[in-house]
Nanobody, 127 residues
Framework: QVQLVESGGGSVEAGGSLRLSCAAS????????MGWFRQAPGKEREGVGS???????????NYRDSVKGRFTISQDNTNNTLYLQMDSLKPEDTAMYYC?????????????????WGQGTQVTVSS
């Protein structure tokens, strides 16, 4: 069974940085997407960035336009952890951030195509 646990959220001032971590266990055993999503109060959940991992090797990363150049996804296979490095944070980045895994080959940044979710970690950016 896939389990995901996020950590690293907190409160920072605009322009600051945070690094989120997602510890994963029970991978699907096939090619999969692993992504970061966020949801602000009163808004729909949106994809922030995701990585497509091929069991045979290789990966592909994509980001939503508003975070390109500021956020970076990385994966450490030695400890099964996905990271989201967030720099130059803005107040509009404030949200609950979730980690998820999806086995749909075209999941990309669509939250409805992801199958497994963590509980989330709160990020608050003050102006």
């Amino acid at each position: 069974q896939v389990q995901l646990v996020e950590s690293g959220g907190g409160s920072v001032e605009a322009g600051g940085s945070l690094r989120l971590s997602c510890a994963a266990s029970g991978f699907p055993g096939r090619n999969y997407w692993m992504g970061w999503f966020r949801q602000a109060p009163g808004k729909e959940r949106e994809g922030v960035g995701s990585i497509y991992v091929r069991i045979g090797g290789g990966s592909y990363i994509n980001y939503r336009d508003s975070v390109k150049g500021r956020f970076t996804i990385s994966q450490d296979n030695t400890n099964n952890t996905l990271y989201l490095q967030m720099d130059s944070l803005k107040p509009e980045d404030t949200a609950m951030y979730y980690c998820a895994i999806g086995v749909d080959e075209v999941a990309y940044l669509n939250p409805s195509r992801y199958n497994y979710w963590g509980q989330g970690t709160q990020v608050t950016v003050s102006s």
